[in-house]
């Protein structure tokens, strides 16, 4: 089945600093990959659309220079927290729809969580 | 604005028992409505998607009900068991073609199963 990695599960840093999310998918091509928050006991976000080789798009009140995405390849996607905050501290989970796959189905990642002191 | 909502937030049950976990949402142009499965600090294992032309959907012991008119979906999990113990959450999609892929979800439903 597809597989969705992210990397690294867990990353603790320091207020100020970036932090950067791999997502991959290991055994398909992904036309778009999704990104989302979930804060503890609450839903998942979506903050960003990434489609390969173009701009993300962003949903409202979402950052898009705070939280930079790159989607160079049809594997990876990265995220970028940049000038990280203790309230940007959160579970990050991304997605992936296959290429030529049924676009109704997304593959999910099993989350990054970051915490920012 | 679609918002999402499930009750009840938590649930505990002792293992055997039938149960059923609701999901509303205020827009009823949805493209479909997935059911997901979260297991503590992990990602997300799709359950069900139902169309939004369907009424349900079944697998294994679980079935999901849609009434698109009245924006409302249930999960119905027969003869729980421990190991179904986990958070639910629903989602549902924009109507466009080209936004399949957004998801709106809801806040989950906690199940616990007691042995």
Not at chain 2, 7 to 19: D, F, K, Q, R
Not at chain 2, 41 to 54: D, E, F, R, V, Y
């Amino acid at each position: 089945g597809a597989v969705v990695s992210q990397h690294p599960s867990r990353v603790i840093c320091k207020s100020g600093t970036s932090v950067k999310i791999e997502c991959r998918s290991l055994d398909f091509q992904a036309t778009t990959m999704f990104w989302y928050r979930q804060f503890p006991k609450q839903s998942l976000m979506l903050m960003a659309t990434s489609n390969e080789g173009s701009k993300a798009t962003y949903e409202q009140g979402v950052e898009k220079d705070k939280f930079l995405i790159n989607h160079a390849s049809l594997t990876l996607s990265t995220l970028t927290v940049t000038s990280a905050h203790p309230e940007d501290s959160s579970f990050y989970i991304c997605s992936a729809n296959e290429r030529g796959g049924n676009q109704e189905t997304q593959y999910f990642g099993p989350g990054t969580r970051l915490l920012v002191l | 604005k679609q918002e999402v909502t499930q009750i009840p937030a938590a649930l505990s049950v002792p293992e055997g028992e039938n149960l059923v976990l609701n999901c509303s949402f205020t827009d009823s142009a949805i493209y479909n409505l997935q059911w997901f499965r979260q297991d503590p600090g992990k990602g997300l294992t799709s359950l069900l998607l139902i169309q939004s032309s369907q009424r349900e959907q079944t697998s294994g012991r679980l079935n999901a009900s849609l009434d698109k008119s009245s924006g409302r979906s249930t999960l119905y999990i027969a003869a729980s068991q421990p190991g179904d113990s986990a958070t639910y959450l629903c989602a549902v999609s924009r109507i466009s073609s080209s936004n399949t892929g957004k998801l709106i979800f809801g806040q989950g439903t906690t199940l616990q199963v007691k042995p």
